[in-house]
């Protein structure tokens, strides 16, 4: 149990150095603002990154973005919530002036604060301020393990809006995912409930691959060291029903598996870059311009976590599926040596 004014904390102070300690209570809450009291909250890629490599600025950062907690207190212009409801927490705070926040394209705002890298943000905490409207209200029949998936989920939902999956006039997307990471799949669910008939998913881990099929993936392919390119094209192609894909998504990050989507999409179709890996990569981008490949990038959501909670609440896509290792905020090290083990899909912590 904690004492009323504890506030308890996994701060990375720098590389590979992450203390679970009591931070300050959250300032007073502000009138367009809520006081949450954190409840669970998944670990990313993102956070295993900060951890390994470090914070980017002096101060010690409070990881953690994928969450949900329950409303404590409400600021005097908060109409949509009241204490006692549960939400999930969109991170990303994006400045409501610029062009592209006045279009909609909000996840494109060169002043979006981004939770992750502000020295007081971070939910993997007991107590956390954030502003209302950017707060989800979960209906009754959302977990809060399922409300801390609406993050990355609602990359998934993002990522496959943009790269156009629908269901066609006669055999729909034929889609190629690459990497069957949380992403991956989390993407390949929700492209199966935007149309997509046929999906084959690639990843070098088997348990993944496995996992990914028990979830729907009509097929999968082991990615091996020694296949070539044109030897995993041509599976992709046979595990496609003998056509390629219209619709290719990288959600890697992996230079070889970014060379494999290209090289594996039909002429005309598109490859979506929803993995971040190094800034730079080799890619036969002269194949793609003289076959018509569109190639194009994907970052976070704008207006995503309604249709990512729809998703949940209406059984379509079950999120829970994901989660394989569970701990307590105080054991936040052993999430952590957990989720970079490989060994786990979706590592979630409580904090309550
Ligand atoms: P993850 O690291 O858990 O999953 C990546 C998967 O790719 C792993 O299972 C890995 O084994 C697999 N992989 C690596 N090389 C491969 C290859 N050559 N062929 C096939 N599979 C390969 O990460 P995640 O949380 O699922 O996120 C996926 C990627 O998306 C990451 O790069 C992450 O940074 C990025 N991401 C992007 C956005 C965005 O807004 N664009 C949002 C969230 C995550
Ligand atoms: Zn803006």
Known sequence: MTSKNENLAAVLFKANDLRVVNKPMPPPTRDDDVLLRMGRVGICGTDLSYLSKGKMG???IVLGHEAAGTVLQCGANV?????????????????????????????????ITKVFMSPDKGNLCHYYRHPAAFCHKLPENVSLEEGAFLEPLSCAVHAVRRAGVTLGVTLGTRLL?????PIGVLSMMVARSMGATRICITDLNKDRLSLAKQLGADSVIHVTPGR????LAMEVR??????????????????????LAIEAT?????VALVGLGPREVKVPLVD????EVDIFGVFCYANDFKDALELVASGRVNVKALITHRFPLV???KAFETARSGAAMKVVIACD
């Open 58 to 60: 002096t101060e010690p």
């Open 177 to 181: 995912i690459c990497g069957a990471g």
């Open 331 to 333: 054991e936040a090290n």
């Open 288 to 291: 793609s311009a003289i076959r």
């Open 238 to 259: 046979e595990k496609l029903g003998g056509r390629q894909p219209n619709v290719t998504m990288d959600c890697s990050g992996a230079e070889a598996s970014i060379r």
């Open 79 to 111: 109409k949509h919530l009241k204490p006692g409801d549960r939400v999930a927490v969109e991170p990303n705070l994006p400045c409501h002036r610029c062009e592209y926040c006045m279009t909609g394209r909000y996840n494109l705002c060169q002043l």
């Open 228 to 231: 070539t390119e044109k030897d």
């Open 266 to 270: 039909e002429s005309g179709g598109r």
